[in-house]
């Protein structure tokens, strides 16, 4: 079935109505899109909570030195710019004074009716919390600390390694987006299902922590999982190509065939959209085009806001055309002034900004985005369910010692001491390939569909590249793309085409519209779980039948998922 056809049968009939009790989450790094699978468009929202705070708080808002690599980060560029132009140069032709014009003092509503955050409410008392927008439009003297519940497609726990802490996070904006935008209380939510979409790279404990937050504190009724690569295939009409996910901070390549995603073929580069964004400012202040000198893309959401704008609006693939006039427009908001409007010159970056993908090299010293606390590893002995996960294979398990013996063997095994508490360094991502992402994501792409050994499995997998996430949204990229994964395939590797799709559809929203239609068309629902048996056999602890049951819930729970 086609991606027209599909979305005609899921607008129609009975389909319609079925589409109506169920609720579609896909949690990203950078946004979170909920809605109705009978909606063609999901409620998007930044994924950001701004918490109340009375003293500060310790570690908040640390960041990474942003200044060290840039002389590993010139060099680079100087590549890119002989590739792309031709020639190099450090600044935009013409004067200086042409690269950037003074500022305008303007109202704040003419940024497309920016307003600041109101924090307190109608009995004049400070909000607890503030989700979405109005954690992004805070001003910069608020109470308010700002939290991410996920960074890089994983669960960005706090230094502390506390991982409920960041459950809780969660659980408050996707229950303000269920409220304010989509008008579901937890009775209405008792009747409904909910597709779960989650990144490739989540591992099984963070799934079941998701897991647990839809059916445990949101109270849905039932609940199937779904990976993003499948979802992606699906709404594109196919069920077997390269899904190549280029998300905000984290850039992943997955085969899937025949609708099923192949671990082995998985990818992970630890940069994305916000490390591109970060280096179409360092360009911009390079060429001394940018205007503002106290502007820190890399540690202000609204800041990276600005920049995320300019590069969506301006920034291509493919030769600068010299006549061509490439400036644009931003706006500085002040708190109690008139916002400021500045004219800068793209000229200098609009397209070296994204090249950034195939010579990763560029993006060296950059800060890793906009995380406020350090992600902190999973401490498998706070949850026995992941450690009774990992014997499971042991059909004589015992309680005492699932209780006892299993956590003790682990820590053996890993060389803890029991007097030390869990370290705060990042559990990395079993398919993060450093030396890989060196090479650029074409290369990547080419790595992927190699790993699978049938030759007729690789040359459909070649014809059939799928690209989804922001960063596949400007124009350009596929051409580009198209012709570096062609000459990096390895000349004894016999393949007679390679084709990277246009996207049909919104990148952006594709994975979520596949979502609905997979959940949608679901009609048999053997995979899904409902709420009782979660409960019942799932995250409670402390009963003999909850240890019994956790693995076939769990099974259950996450049928399609690969890892």
Not at 175 to 184: C, Q
Not at 535 to 550: C, D, F, N, Q
Request: charged residues 25%.
């Amino acid at each position: 079935m086609t991606t027209d056809a599909a979305r005609a049968a899921a607008s129609s009939g009975p389909m319609a109505e079925r589409g109506g009790s169920l609720c579609v989450i896909q949690p990203g790094s950078k946004h979170l899109r909920m809605g109705l699978a009978s909606e063609t468009q999901p409620i998007c929202v930044p994924h950001l909570v701004a918490y109340r705070f009375y003293e500060k708080e310790a570690g908040a808002g640390k960041l990474e030195d942003a200044r060290c690599g840039d002389a590993e980060r010139e060099e680079a560029t100087r590549t890119v710019q002989v590739e792309v132009r031709g020639y190099i140069a450090t600044t935009a032709k013409g004067n200086a004074r042409d690269l950037h014009k003074a500022c305008e003092r303007v109202r704040d509503e003419e940024d497309e009716g920016f307003q600041w955050t109101e924090t307190k409410g109608k009995d004049d008392k400070w909000k607890r919390f503030l989700c979405g927008e109005e954690a992004v439009h805070l001003p910069a003297d608020a109470p308010y600390v700002v939290r991410r519940p996920m960074y890089a497609g994983r669960l960005n726990a706090s230094c502390e390694g506390d991982v409920r802490k960041v459950c809780g996070w969660m659980v408050d904006a996707w229950e303000w987006v269920l409220k304010a935008k989509l008008g579901l209380d937890k009775h209405k939510r008792k009747e409904m299902g909910a597709v779960l979409l989650l990144p490739d790279v989540m591992t099984r404990w963070e799934a079941k922590e998701m897991v647990n937050i839809v059916l445990k504190e949101l109270e849905f009724g039932s609940i199937v999982v779904h990976q993003e690569s499948l979802a992606a295939l699906f709404g594109h009409g196919s069920i077997s190509g390269c899904v190549v996910s280029m998300g905000a901070q984290c850039t992943t390549a997955c085969c899937v065939e025949d609708g099923v995603a192949l671990p082995e073929t998985r990818v992970a580069f630890d940069f994305g959209g916000d490390q591109i964004t970060q280096y179409l400012h360092w360009l911009l202040v390079r060429a001394k085009a940018w205007p503002c000198s106290d502007f820190r893309p890399e540690a202000t959401a609204l800041d990276c806001e600005t920049v995320d704008r300019l590069k969506e609006a301006h920034c291509t693939y493919g030769k600068q055309d010299d006549e061509a006039s490439h400036e644009a427009q931003f706006y500085v908001h002040e708190v109690g002034q008139l916002a400021k409007r500045y004219t800068v010159n793209m000229a200098s970056a609009h397209d070296l900004a994204l090249m950034a993908y195939f010579y990763p090299k560029v993006l060296h010293g950059l800060a890793k985005g906009f995380a406020v606390n350090p992600a902190a590893p999973y401490d498998k002995q706070q949850d026995p369910e992941v450690v009774l996960e990992e014997y499971v294979g042991n059909e004589t398990l015992t309680q005492k010692s699932a209780n006892a013996g299993i956590l003790l063997s682990i820590q053996e095994a890993n060389g803890d001491d029991k007097s030390e508490g869990p370290t705060c360094t990042r559990e990395a991502s079993p398919w993060v390939d450093t030396k890989l992402a060196e090479a650029g994501l074409h290369m990547a792409i080419v790595e992927s569909i190699l790993r699978c050994s049938r030759i007729d499995l690789q040359q459909k997998l070649f014809a059939n590249i799928i690209l989804v996430g922001g960063g596949a949204s400007p124009p350009g990229l596929a051409d580009v793309l198209e012709e570096k994964v062609l000459y990096g395939i390895p000349r004894d590797v016999s393949v007679e085409t390679v084709n990277v799709l246009t996207p049909k559809i919104d990148c952006q929203t594709s994975v979520w519209f596949g979502g609905a239609l997979l959940g949608t068309l679901d009609f048999a629902r053997d995979t899904w779980l409902t709420r009782e048996e979660w409960v019942e056999g799932g995250p409670l602890i402390g009963t003999a039948r909850k240890y019994s049951a956790t693995t076939d819930v769990l099974s259950q729970a996450m049928s399609f998922m690969r890892w």
